[in-house]
């Protein structure tokens, strides 16, 4: 079965780490992963994910390597 891995428009980081957990798990995404975080004005992290050529590489650490802003996140 080909898929592919998506997120939802203007989810942060936080949610896009965990699409491309999912989709660096799954064995067959032929159609490729969608992530939506890059259009964001802002997001929620200190360091968000970042695509490099086309590829978007994992983060490792706790809560999948981000550093949440919490300033952000009570704005």
């Known amino acids: ?33 969608n992530l939506t975080h890059i259009y964001l004005a802002d997001d929620l992290v200190t360091n968000p994910l970042q695509m490099t ?8 650490g706790s809560g999948n390597g981000l550093n949440v802003d919490e300033g952000k996140v009570e704005r």
């Open 53 to 60: 050529n086309g590829a978007f590489s994992a983060q490792f």
């Open 1 to 33: 079965l080909a898929m592919t891995v998506a997120g939802k428009i203007a989810e942060s980081s936080i949610s896009a780490s965990n699409t491309l957990a999912v989709a660096c798990a799954a064995h067959n995404i032929d159609w490729g992963l």
